[in-house]
């Protein structure tokens, strides 16, 4: 069966630090991958999905950046942290172009 | 462009009744639907699809959704809630033309079970 995970769980960081997320996938092979961001525990925007390795599309343009080095894992980036960039983090798949998304556990970023 | 809405922010029912969660769509040709749970500080849980076929589908713990095209909705049911389907509930809706990323979420519903 397919796996998605997340890590790290929780994260603090100071404004101005660098960020990575870390989304990885099992069981599957060319899964289409998605960064959401919730916040305030309510609505998902979508930030970056990719369909195949080092193919990344942006949704929301925005000092955040996603890569794909490998088939199965996804990274999302930042350079320099805003405060604007707490939030929780969401990490999906979906089997090629089949419909149903399927999410990782999270990861709740606070930006102090 | 497609759209969802969840018109209630927050749903109380008591242990033991039925349970509603509504959810209302819009999409220019026929929509794939979906259903989602969160719980505190989680991930989001799939529950059910409804993509052609029956009306009525039937999903995970026992929820079924019922897909009325006329209406365009999507209610989410339960015949006989718990406690512990107290969770943020999302519906979501994309295009039958569109892909896997076009996925539009409505805002979440939030369900209290009260013992």
């Known amino acids: 069966s397919q796996t998605i995970h997340q890590w790290p769980a929780t994260l603090v960081q100071p404004v101005g630090s660098p960020l990575s997320l870390e989304c990885t996938v099992e069981g599957t092979s060319n899964p289409n991958l998605y960064w959401y961001r919730q916040a305030a525990g309510r609505g998902l925007q979508l930030l970056f999905y990719?369909?195949?390795?080092?193919?990344i599309s942006s949704e929301v343009p925005q000092n955040l950046s996603a890569s794909r080095p490998q088939d199965r894992q996804f990274i999302l980036s930042s350079k320099k942290l805003l405060l604007s960039d707490s939030g929780f983090y969401l990490c999906a798949w979906s089997p090629g172009d089949e419909e149903t998304q399927y999410f990782g556990p999270g990861t709740r970023l606070l930006v102090l | 462009a497609q759209s969802v809405a969840q018109p209630e922010d927050q749903v109380n029912v008591a242990e033991g009744n039925p349970l509603t969660v509504k959810c209302t769509y819009s999409?220019?040709?026929?929509?794939?639907l979906f259903w989602y749970v969160q719980y505190p500080n989680r991930g989001l849980q799939f529950l059910l699809k409804?993509?052609?076929?029956?009306?009525l589908v039937k999903g995970s713990y026992g929820f079924e959704a019922e897909f009325n095209k006329s209406q365009t909705s999507f209610h989410l049911k339960k015949p006989s809630a718990l406690v512990s389907d107290s969770a943020l509930y999302f519906c979501a809706v994309r295009d039958w033309g569109g892909s896997a990323r076009q996925l539009t979420f409505g805002s979440g519903t939030q369900l209290t079970v009260l013992p």
């Open positions: 409804y993509i052609t076929g029956d009306n």
């Open positions: 990719s369909v195949g390795i080092g193919q």
């Open positions: 999409v220019s040709g026929n929509p794939y």
